[in-house]
């Protein structure tokens, strides 16, 4: 009993983050249930320079033998996450890119749970066939082959929603 009321003590001083709602003016795009599998999961959404997306992801999917959520798992000091598609970030972080680029630093970006992102002007070099928004693990790039998509009754799949923001000028 008196296990129980100090853990309720200490839960105390966790309190929940309240869920960040959609930034208002935003237009959706669509969902995606991403397969962890594919290194370039196409969502097909033509981006252009300077405009602004928001990401939201829920679920979870497995690497190998370990579950997480769109936020990976391991801390970026992790040794392993040198190897990672987008270096010193987390294991199985869920990340987006534009084309088919395995390494361009101004083209690949992390996501996580949440994220606003605004496409740079580099993808102004790429041909206007090349300029999509991929979704991504963050994973070694010879290990996608053991990456799992899980069930619903297993707190699958991992689901990520994409919403255009309004520019400042209109």
């Known amino acids: 009993l008196t296990l129980f009321g100090v853990g309720w003590l200490i839960a ?40 602004k997306y928001f990401f939201k992801a829920e679920g979870c999917w497995k690497d190998w033998f370990l579950e997480c959520g769109p936020n990976g798992w391991g801390p970026n000091w992790n040794p392993l996450a040198y190897w990672n598609r987008i270096k010193w970030r987390p294991l199985f972080l869920l990340c987006g890119n534009v084309g088919e680029s395995w390494n361009d630093k101004y083209l690949t970006f992390c996501i996580g749970d949440k994220n606003t992102w605004t496409v740079p002007s580099k993808v102004n070099e790429l041909d206007p066939e090349e300029q999509k928004l991929y979704l991504f693990a963050n994973d070694w790039k010879e290990k996608y082959g053991n990456n799992y998509a899980l069930e619903p009754k297993e707190g699958g799949p991992l689901k990520v929603t994409i919403y255009r923001l309004k520019s400042d000028e209109e």
């Open 12 to 51: 105390g001083w966790y309190p929940t983050k309240p869920e960040e709602p959609v930034p208002e003016g935003a237009t959706y795009l669509n969902d995606f249930d991403v397969d962890p599998r594919n290194p370039n999961f196409p969502t097909h959404i033509a981006v252009k320079a300077d405009e």
